[in-house]
């Protein structure tokens, strides 16, 4: 099992990630122009995700994709929920 963060390391999130207030999990929500650019999208994070075997709990509708990062089987954050979010923050053409 991975070793849960701790605060420290949770100072600085990736992008515009944002902290639960139990601090068991980050999130973000995305806007696109469209349904599909917002597919597209989740098409790229899940091979991410799946390339990292770890993967989000996300929703979306329409033009608009939540997406909440958390380690379950850790029981909090772990590196593998920042590294996640690292790599979908770096999308060169996500709306900011």
């Given at each position: 099992m991975a070793k849960l963060?701790?605060?420290s390391?949770?100072?600085?999130?990736?992008?515009?990630?944002?902290l639960?207030?139990?601090?068991?999990?980050?999130s973000q929500s995305?806007?696109?122009?469209?349904?599909?650019?917002a597919f597209s999208f989740m098409?790229?994070?899940?091979?991410?995700?799946?390339?990292?075997?770890h993967h989000p709990d996300w929703s979306n509708s329409y033009n608009k994709v939540d997406i909440t990062l958390s380690s379950h089987d850790a029981g909090?954050?772990?590196q593998k929920d920042l590294?996640?979010?690292?790599?979908?923050?770096s999308f060169v053409w996500l709306p900011q």
């Open positions: 963060l701790d605060k390391d949770l100072k600085t999130l990736p992008g515009k990630w944002a639960a207030a139990d601090q068991k999990s980050i995305f806007k696109f122009k469209d349904f599909t650019e098409t790229r994070v899940a091979l991410l995700a799946e390339k990292a075997d909090g954050l772990t590294a996640l979010a690292e790599a979908i923050s």
